[in-house]
């Protein structure tokens, strides 16, 4: 088992930055590869980034790529995600994610824990 918390949301003016955390218990963190999906009112839950156990592998969704930037600290069981030049329609719930395996993959039938999410907002 795994729980993931997430932090680091908050309301933000377009072109500015936050960084979400999301902190893990469990002594098998550093197997797991990590994902980061988002939900907006009224939309489907929508891939965002992934990484794999080992940090070498990323992957980002096109309408982050450039902006965002995942990554993981394994002696801290945390996984980031950096946003930079933000815009209102990033407004959203973030969920981090977790799946047992090594290799990323970007649908959320892919993920087995589930953080409870974290509000961003973007003011225009």
């Known amino acids: 088992q795994v729980q993931l918390v997430e932090s680091g949301g908050g309301l933000v003016q377009a072109g500015g930055s936050l960084r979400l955390s999301c902190a893990a218990s469990g002594r098998t963190f550093s197997s797991y590869a990590m994902g980061w999906f988002r939900q907006a009112p009224g939309k489907e839950r929508e891939f965002v980034a992934a990484i794999s156990w080992s940090g070498v592998s990323t992957y980002y969704a096109d309408s982050v790529k450039g902006r965002f930037t995942i990554s993981r600290d394994n002696a801290k069981n945390t996984v980031y995600l950096q946003m930079n030049s933000l815009k209102p329609e990033d407004t959203a719930v973030y969920y981090c994610?977790?799946?047992?395996?090594?290799?990323?993959?970007?649908?959320?039938?892919?993920?087995?824990?589930w953080g409870q999410g974290t509000q961003v907002t973007v003011s225009s």
């Open positions: 994610a977790a799946r047992p395996v090594h290799t990323i993959v970007v649908s959320t039938r892919g993920y087995d824990y």
